[in-house]
C-alpha cells in the first residue's frame, strides 16, 4: 500500500524526537510499489530523501521535499554451505530484530553489533560497527533502486567503497540509489570477538561463551550506557573516534597517561572520542535543552523541546572545546539536514 502525504509531521521517524515536516512524504512497503513512487517524483526539482529508522540524522529544518519511506519487510536463507549460510535481508527491516533471528541460528558475524537502533538498509550506509566488528566485514551485497532510471543495481561488497563509519552511499551514491535489501555471508563456526574489556567483564557472569552470550552481554552494557531514545531523543554515538598520528598521540600520552586509545592502521592510533569529551569537562553537560549524557558523553540528547540548530550549536561548541585543548577534530556521525 502506498501512502503519500503533503507537510506530514517527522517527529516519529527521527529518534531525537524533533518537531520537524516533510513537503511530502510517501511510505511503500512493497518493491514495486517503490518503484511506482520514484517513477512519480523522478522529475520533481525538489530534492529527495531515503528514511529509515531515523537513528543516525539530525533535521535542523523542516525538510522541503520528497522523504520517501521504504518499508520493505523480509528475511531469506539465499544459500548454505558446510561453512557458511548467504541471508538476504529487506531494508525496512529492524537492525536488531535481524541479529536476533541471526544469533537464534547460530549464524555468526552481527551479534556484537546487537542493540544498534535503525534499520537493515541503513547499516551499509553508515558502516555502522560497535565491539570491534564493522558490517562491512559481512556484508556480500547491497541490492538498490536506481532513483534516475527506477532499475535495479548490486553493489558488491567492494563497489561500496566502505571505510569507518562510512561507504559509496554517504558520498557519491548519495540520494542516488535507495537501499532496498542486504545479503550477509554469516559463519556457522563463528569465532567470537570478545576482546573489548567491557565485553570481557560483562561475561564472566555467564556459564558459556557463545553468539547468545556475546549478545546477551552487549545488550546489558549497551542498555547501561546508552538512553533509550523512546525515553531520551538521541541518536547514539554523536562523533567517531578520531583517527591521529603516532607523534601526536604521543605527545598526548605524555601529559595524560591514561588517555582512552586503539590500534589503527599506518601508524596511527584511534582515539576515544567519549574520553576527550570527558577529559574536556563536557560530560554529562547541560545547555538549555541540550545535553552530554552522564553515562556516555557521545551521546548527545534532547532533554524536551530542543530544536535541530540548538543541538547543533551543541555539538560545535563541544567540537571546539576538543580542538582548543587537544588540536583534534571531531567529526560528526550523525548526518545533518
Sequence with gaps: MIIIEESYSLK???????????????????????????????????SKMILGGGSNILFTK?????????????CDLIKETSEYVWVKAFAGENWDSFVNICVLNNWGGVENLSLIPGKVGACPIQNIGA?????????????????????ARIFTNAECNFNYRDSIFKHEARS?????????????QPVYKTN???VTEELKGFPDVNLASIRQA?????????PDPKELGNAGSFFKNPVISMAHFKKIQSEFPGVGSY?????????????????????????GNVGTCES??????????????????????????????????????????
Excluded at 523542516?62 to 523480509?74: C, Q
Excluded at 558490517?135 to 532499475?151: A, C, G, H, Y
Excluded at 576527550?276 to 545547555?287: A, E, M, S, Y
Design 176 to 188: 542516488q540509489y535507495v537501499i532496498t535489501a542486504v545479503t550477509f555471508k554469516l559463519s556457522k
Design 62 to 74: 523542516d525538510y522541503d521535499g520528497v522523504v520517501i519511506f521504504p518499508d520493505l519487510k523480509g
Design 12 to 46: 516519529h521517524y527521527n529518534t531525537f524526537g524533533l518537531s520537524v515536516c516533510a513537503r511530502i512524504f510517501a511510505e511503500v512497503t512493497q518493491y514495486d510499489e517503490l518503484k511506482h513512487v520514484v517513477n512519480i517524483f523522478r522529475d520533481d526539482p525538489r
Design 296 to 337: 556516555q558523553p557521545l551521546v548527545i540528547a534532547n532533554y524536551g523541546g530542543a530544536t535541530g540548530d540548538e543541538i547543533l550549536t551543541f555539538a560545535r561548541n563541544l567540537q571546539e572545546a576538543v580542538m582548543l585543548k587537544f588540536s583534534i577534530k571531531l567529526d560528526m556521525e550523525v548526518n545533518m539536514v
Design 218 to 226: 552487549i545488550i546489558q552494557i549497551r542498555k547501561r550506557k546508552l
Design 131 to 151: 565491539y570491534g566488528v564493522e558490517v562491512k566485514d559481512v556484508i556480500e551485497s547491497v541490492e538498490t533502486l536506481d532513483m534516475r532510471n527506477s532499475e
Design 263 to 287: 590500534p589503527a592502521e599506518n601508524n596511527h592510533v584511534k582515539i576515544s572520542a567519549a574520553w576527550l569529551i570527558q577529559t574536556v569537562g563536557w560530560k554529562g553537560k547541560r545547555i
Design 196 to 198: 573489548y574489556a567491557d
